[in-house]
């Protein structure tokens, strides 16, 4: 009887897409999960001799379920298509004046804007102003509400709303047929 670990399934190539996307967001976005990711790149240290003690309870696992990255690969068409918004990235800024840049940044922002109101529903996680006092009770939706600052101690949790966070209500992406190539994010053009 072996005492290692399995080693889960290796991802495709694809089916990391989204997974990249949202390590990345979530890196930038959370300083706690971009320490663990940290940690996670960093050399294991050696492991420190262990005093005899009951071990502790194993952390119930959690199902993880895949995306499928056509409705990724779709929303960038769509963000290509409407507001070039791969274009936009790809491009070396560093030639361009403040103003050109401003002026592109407008055309990607308002072709942005379009995509999210034709194809979601978005809603604020918290109605409450930016800048209220709130006050979070036992059992919160840790998912929908980040802690932040000095957070010490149990709930009810007492502060300030920085960011009512957003919430998709309802996603209307166009149906695909069974032959669309969704990795083909904008067709080549070629001009006769």
């Known amino acids: 009887m072996s005492n290692s670990t399995p080693h889960p399934q290796p991802l495709s190539f694809w089916s990391r897409i989204p997974l990249a996307f949202g390590a990345f967001f979530s890196t930038l976005s959370d300083p706690a999960y971009a320490a663990r990711v940290r940690a996670l790149s960093e050399p294991a240290a050696a492991p420190a001799p262990a005093a005899p003690t009951r071990a502790p309870e194993p952390a119930p696992v959690r199902a993880l379920k895949e995306a499928s990255p056509d409705a990724a690969l779709q929303l960038l068409a769509l963000l290509q298509r409407e507001a070039r918004l791969i274009d936009f990235t790809q ?66 949790f007492r502060g300030s709303l920085s960011h009512r966070g957003w919430r ?25």
Do not use: Q, W
Not at 107 to 119: A, D, N, P, Q, S
């Open 168 to 192: 998709a209500a309802s996603v209307r992406l166009p149906k695909l047929t069974e032959s669309h190539d969704a990795t083909v994010l904008a067709p080549a053009e070629v001009e006769l």
């Open 91 to 156: 491009e070396n800024l560093s030639a361009y004046s403040d103003a050109d840049i401003g002026a592109a940044a407008r055309v990607v922002h308002e072709g942005c804007g379009k995509v999210l109101r034709e194809h979601f529903t978005i809603e604020p996680v918290r109605g409450e102003a930016e800048g209220s006092r709130v006050v979070l009770d036992a059992g919160f939706d840790a998912g929908a509400v980040r802690l932040t600052g000095n957070v010490v101690g149990s709930a009810p």
